[in-house]
Structures are given as structure tokens and as C-alpha cells.
């Protein structure tokens, strides 16, 4: 039987990743810092820090595939150094107690950030120049790095970088929809961006068919449909029974007004209401192509965006973070 250690697996993508990984037969350790291991996941916790090198050789000791999904996240209201203490540090680490552990395999889930904004009607494939754009997504890149020069030197690594993922318990798009099922979403006018959505069931299963199939040192996309911002945030809408936002806020004022925000809550360590991070949705296109993981890994997402976002509101509505509905529109 196959074993997996899973960084990060308490997060949003680990938590579907860990029971899938179980459900296909796999033994699995979780490294567990914070958050407690979800109950009944049929996983063993390794308890401890990312960068420290006795739980990580702990948690790869028998291991024949590392998933390494772990980062800090986050925003003003996060220590600044921790971005690359655990993302390229704790990245360092994870190679290392995998190489002197003798596993197999490390999957290395990196950012679609890392692209930084997609130039206007190109979709970018594993070759387009990453022009990162804040600190998270530069130490992504630089962990990325870290994983291409492991590569390079001999070991079984394949980086994978996720589109906008989505799905049941994601805080992150959870405030997106929040929003627009409040009816308090703005639009920004005088922006084309487009996404690249993935439910989080389908980038599972490319995170496990990169760990069978991938080629060692490969790099791959795992991404849905190219989609405008507009045609997403209509699908949102649509899924929350409300009407499309249709008020637009003029570009410019708002991104000043977003940057002078969060200098200003920064200042006191707490995440602004408007801060450009929150913009970058309708501000930095992440068009991606995954034809390279349909090709070698046979990565084929079965949720469209519509389908995935109403069994997402669902899971919400379902589990009180949203109130139940009780209108067809507004």
C-alpha cells in the first residue's frame, strides 16, 4: 500500500486531497501545525512546524510520495518574514527530509500568482515568463525555483500550479460570494479579466495524476475553463439567486483608494475592507492553459463553473455560512 505525506493537508485543498488519497487505497500522514486534523479523514497526524527538519524526516520516513501544499497565507495582518520563512525555507526543508528519506516522489503545489497578470487575449501555458506581482506570489516563485533546482540535481519533483480554485469550506472565494449574495459586490469598471476556474474535486484529481503520471521535473497547469470576470461573477449570482452586480466603480480612484487602505490598516495589523489584493481578481487576468496536464497527465475537469458554484453555495448555505435562501432574485 502506498504511502503519502500531506503539507498543508489541513488547509482547503488538503482537506478533499487527504480523504481522496484514503478513499484510493493510500496510507496517509498529515502534517499538522495549527488546525486540528479533520475527524474521521483515516489519516495519521504528524504534529509539528514546516520547517522544522525532525517532523518533516518523521513525517517522510516510509513515504513514497510527498504532496507539498503547505505556505502561508494571508495579508497585512501576517508577519511579512513568515512568507518566506515557510514558503522557500520550509520548501527547502521539505526536499530535504524527502531526499535523505529516500521518497519517491514530491508533488510541489505552487500559485497561479505566480504568473502575476496575464497579458490581455493571451492564455498562458507551462512557458509564459512569470511576472509575480506581491511577496506571497514572489516566494511561490522562488519555491518553485527551489523545486526546478531539485530537479535538477536528481530528484523526482513535478510542480503543479492550481487555477482559481474553488469549492465546498474556501474561505477565500467564500468572501467573493458572501458578497454577492449581500448584493454588496462592485463591479470595477474598465477591466477585461479573465480567470481560469477549477473545482476543487477536479484539481484533486490532477494533484494525484501528476503524482502517477507526471514527468520528474515537469511542470503542469491545472485549470478549468477560460472564463471573463463578468461571466463568472454572473454564475456567482446566479447560484446565490441574485441578480448580477451593476454598479461599476471608476478604475483609478478605487486602486488608489485600495493602496492608501492598506497602508493605512497596515498600520495597525489588520486586512483593509479594500485593499488591491481583493482587486487583483478584476485586475490581474490569470488565463491559463492546461492542455500540457490534459496531454500527459490526463487531466479533464468534469465541473463546469455553473454546476461547481451552485453545489459550492449549496455546501455554504447547507453548513450556515450562508443564510438560507429565501428569494429567487433581487
Known amino acids: 500500500m502506498a504511502l503519502a505525506f500531506v503539507t498543508g493537508g489541513t488547509g482547503f485543498i488538503g482537506r478533499h486531497l487527504v480523504p481522496a488519497l484514503a478513499g484510493r487505497g493510500w496510507k496517509v500522514k498529515v502534517l499538522v501545525h495549527k488546525t486540528e486534523l479533520p475527524a474521521r479523514v483515516g489519516a495519521e497526524a504528524v504534529s509539528g512546524d514546516i520547517r522544522d527538519k525532525t517532523v518533516l524526516r518523521s513525517g517522510c520516513a516510509g513515504a513514497d510520495t510527498v504532496f507539498h501544499l503547505a505556505a502561508a497565507v494571508g495579508s497585512a495582518v501576517v508577519d511579512r518574514s513568515l512568507f518566506r520563512e515557510v514558503n522557500v525555507r520550509g520548501t527547502e ?126 511542470l503542469y497547469h491545472l485549470a478549468g475553463e477560460v472564463m471573463p470576470v463578468e461571466e463568472m461573477v454572473a454564475a456567482i449570482a446566479a447560484a446565490c439567486g441574485r441578480r448580477p452586480p451593476r454598479f461599476r466603480l471608476p478604475k483609478t480612484p478605487t486602486v488608489v483608494a485600495a493602496a492608501v487602505l492598506e497602508a493605512a490598516f497596515g498600520l495597525f495589523r489588520k486586512e483593509a475592507p479594500l485593499n488591491p489584493g481583493k482587486l487583483s481578481f478584476f485586475l490581474h487576468p490569470k488565463a491559463m492553459s492546461s492542455e500540457k496536464a490534459r496531454r500527459e497527465l490526463g487531466f479533464s475537469p468534469q465541473r463546469g463553473f455553473a454546476e461547481g458554484m451552485r453545489l459550492t453555495v449549496a455546501w455554504y448555505r447547507e453548513n450556515g455560512w450562508l443564510r438560507a435562501a429565501n428569494r429567487a432574485s433581487s
Do not use: C
Open 93 to 218: 526543508a521539505v526536499l530535504d527530509a524527502a531526499r535523505e528519506a529516500g521518497v519517491r516522489r514530491v508533488v510541489h503545489v505552487s500559485s497561479a500568482g505566480v504568473l502575476g497578470a496575464v497579458e490581455p487575449g493571451v492564455v498562458a501555458d507551462e512557458t509564459y515568463a512569470p511576472r509575480p506581482r506581491n511577496l506571497y506570489d514572489r516566494t511561490k516563485l522562488e519555491a518553485e525555483r527551489t523545486a526546478q533546482r531539485a530537479a535538477e540535481r536528481g530528484a523526482d519533483v513535478v510542480i503543479l500550479r492550481p487555477g482559481w480554485v474553488y469549492g465546498p469550506g474556501d474561505r477565500r472565494t467564500f468572501k467573493l460570494i458572501k458578497a454577492v449574495d449581500g448584493g454588496r459586490l462592485f463591479m470595477l469598471a474598465g477591466t477585461s479579466g479573465r480567470q481560469t476556474p477549477v473545482y476543487v474535486d477536479d484539481l484533486v484529481a490532477g494533484l494525484i495524476a501528476g503524482a502517477e503520471k507526471g514527468t520528474p521535473g515537469g
